[in-house]
């Protein structure tokens, strides 16, 4: 399987190129170069496997030219071992056609793991045919840093340089990234918000010097075996609500458009997706492009659901690759167009195709609190805010016919001062982390200055 550039100008690569390359080096993001499908007797025969089986039958064709099938099956089943739920990604029905996907069952809380901890295997199996050594940058808005600290921490071929945006994010979600002790992690604290976070990330990725000097790899969604991974419980979910005999309706939390262009790759791989809806808080802009045509990013304002405070959303970017028929050159222009202007108006044939894609919904921050403390009420569980964003905007959009899908992207233990705000409840963190609040930090605040950034990462490299 080759993988090609959303700008059309970087070489097209295999998977484990794919997968330790990150960014293409045309700026743009590796998608494949077609995208395998699977019948319905296929996809039908998928109901009652274990996670584990699913996820093998559902990558394994992308990435056949890197990893036999019996090391694959290893590597996924490594990976999934340490989550706390047996099913890993577990159903929970909330109404009648309503379901919650529980996706934090692994080891930081949040649907994360599941892509980190499965490129975390992926990559130390690369990592060990190649002899390499690698340096790994991310940016977080709270959930990403701390899964990829949790995946790499401690391995002695691979540094992992973590930038959050300083007060930004929950205590707990910067507690998980501060407080490992293992000489190969580094937290960075950086004044800005998170668009801060990763446009210094993509700078060094398009700084091909020094990428190449400190051989950089990157684990955010721009990385496609993020993705990749993270389809693997649409099709769980789906299957085991009657898919492929029936559709199965989607609404993500959505910040970096990641999660939601794994339920699009699902769809396109032939399962009956139904509506998939991207649902946002008060940073608004994708519902906004979504529905008036016009990506046009404004100041990032603070939410309680603070892992999507995002305004420069990177996998729109794939959206945009099919919805502008798979035109790099078209694609370069509307990202120069964002970077030059702070947004770029959508093609009328475009907006068409991304409407059939996706929906989109919005809930501020009394409709996320009202809901946290309704979904209370109403079924006794408690929720994180980014999930109640997806309740709410499901809940305006359900209807009677698909089963409504809401995705449960984070443990409400991780957002514990908005919970206990909405219910007067504070969710406990589980036995495991149960002294994370007493563990020592070490974290370094730096400036939202490209150079000063990668001096800190040679000078901590080269230690
Ligand atoms: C808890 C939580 N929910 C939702 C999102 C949004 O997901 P995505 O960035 O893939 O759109 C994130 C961040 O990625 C998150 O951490
Ligand atoms: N919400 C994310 C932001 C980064 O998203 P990614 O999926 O591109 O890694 C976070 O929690 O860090």
Redesign the pocket.
């Known amino acids: 399987m080759q993988y090609v550039s959303t700008r059309g100008s970087a070489p097209a690569l295999g998977f484990e190129e794919t997968m330790m390359t990150g960014l293409a080096r045309d700026g743009g993001l590796y998608v494949p170069a077609e995208v395998p499908t699977m019948t319905s007797e296929e996809i039908a025969s998928l109901a009652g496997l274990s996670y584990e089986e699913i996820a093998f039958r559902v990558i394994r064709p992308f990435v056949a030219d890197a990893f036999e099938a019996d090391e694959l099956r290893g590597l996924i089943k490594t990976a999934y071992a340490g989550f706390d739920h047996p099913a890993r990604a577990p159903l929970k029905q909330l109404a009648a056609n309503g379901f919650l996907l529980e996706l934090f069952h692994g080891p930081t809380l ?3 793991d599941f892509a980190m901890q499965l490129i975390g295997q992926l990559m130390q199996a690369a990592l060990a045919r190649s002899g390499a050594r690698i340096t790994i940058v991310g940016a977080t ?4 840093g701390s899964a990829a600290i949790e995946a790499f921490r401690g391995l002695d071929n691979v540094d992992v340089f973590i930038l959050y945006p300083h007060g930004r994010v929950s205590e707990v979600q910067r507690r998980q990234m501060t407080t490992p002790s293992e000489d190969n992690v580094h937290a960075l604290a950086l004044h800005g918000h998170f668009d801060d976070c990763q446009a210094r990330l993509k700078d060094m990725f398009n700084d091909h010097a020094f990428r190449d000097e400190v051989r950089l790899a990157g684990v955010n ?1 721009i990385n496609w075996a993020r993705v990749l991974a ?1 389809v693997v419980y649409y099709f769980s979910a789906a299957t085991s609500l009657g898919a492929p005999h029936r559709p199965v309706d989607f609404t ?10 794994a339920g699009h790759v699902a769809r396109r791989m032939g399962l009956p997706v139904g509506r998939l809806i ?1 649902a946002t808080n008060q940073n608004d802009v994708v519902n906004r492009a979504l529905t008036t045509g016009e990506y046009r990013t404004s100041e990032v304002t603070p939410s309680i ?1 603070p ?2 405070d ?1 305004q420069v ?1 990177s ?1 729109f970017e794939r959206a945009l690759f099919d919805a502008y028929g798979r035109d790099g050159a078209a694609v370069a222009q509307l990202m120069d167009e964002l970077r030059g202007q702070g947004g770029f108006a959508i093609s009328q044939g475009a907006r068409e195709s991304l409407a059939e894609s996706f929906g989109s919904g919005m809930a501020d921050e009394a409709a996320t609190l009202a809901r946290i403390r309704a979904t209370r009420d109403a079924t006794g569980e408690l929720v ?1 805010p ?2 109640a964003v997806g309740l709410e905007v499901a809940d305006a959009a359900e209807r009677a016919e698909a089963p409504m899908v809401t ?1 449960a ?2 443990h409400p233990a ?1 957002f514990p001062d908005a919970v206990e705000q909405a219910t007067g409840l504070r969710p406990p963190l589980p036995s495991r982390m149960a002294d994370l609040y007493d563990r020592a930090e070490r974290v370094a605040e730096v400036e939202n200055d490209l150079a000063a950034l990668q001096t800190l990462i040679r000078d901590r490299i080269s230690k």
């Open positions: 949040a649907f994360k808005s709270g959930d990403t969604s993270q993500v939390p959505t910040g970096n458009f990641g999660d939601i262009f991207a659901s892992s999507m995002i959303s996998n994180c980014h999930t995705l992207t984070a991780k």
